[in-house]
C-alpha cells in the first residue's frame, strides 16, 4: 500500500480555518523570499573608516591576543587612539604615537568651492539639471580626495607591530607590543 504524503498533509492543512492557521507568515507566490534574493534594494551603508585584514593572532606579553579577521579601524576626534573595531564592537584599543595631517593646496579648495558655489546657484534658480550635474561632480571630487583610504599592520622584526592609517587627510601610526 503506498501513501502519499502530500495528500494527506495537504487534507490537513485545509481544514476549517484554512492554510493561514498552520502558517504564520504569508505565502509568496513565487516562492522566493526578499532575503533570499542576492540583489538588494538597499545595501548596507558603506563606511567611511578604512578596514584592516589581520592574518594572524597577535599577541601581547600577557597572553592577551587580538584574533585574525576584518577590523574598521577608527581614530578618535582627540586624535590620541585608534581603535579596532569588528562587527560595530570595539575589540583593541591602540595609542597613536604621530598623527600627520593632509595640508590641502589652494587649488582643491578652489575647485571645491567652485563646485559648491555651482550648486548653490543652481539650487536657488531650481535647475534640476544643473544640480544633478553638480552634485555628481562633488561627489565624484570627495570621491578622489578619498582614494588614498586605507589601514595597515607590518611587523618591525623589533618586538612590534606598526598599525598605519590613512584616512580623511590625517595619517596615523600606532605601536602594538608583542
Known sequence: MIIDNNLISYDFMTDFNGPSRHYPNEFYPTGVYESDKREYKFGPESSEYPNLTLPCNLYDEYGNYIPQGYYMVVLTEDLKYLELYQSNEKVARVKV?????????????????????????AQTKKKLKKIREAEEELIAFKQRAAANVYADIADSGKGYYILTYNCNGKKASGIIQK
Do not use: P, S
Not at 97 to 121: C, G, H, P, S, W
Open 97 to 121: 604615537v604621530k598623527v600627520v595631517e593632509k595640508m590641502y593646496t589652494q587649488e582643491e579648495l578652489d575647485e571645491e568651492a567652485e563646485i559648491i558655489n555651482r550648486l548653490q546657484i
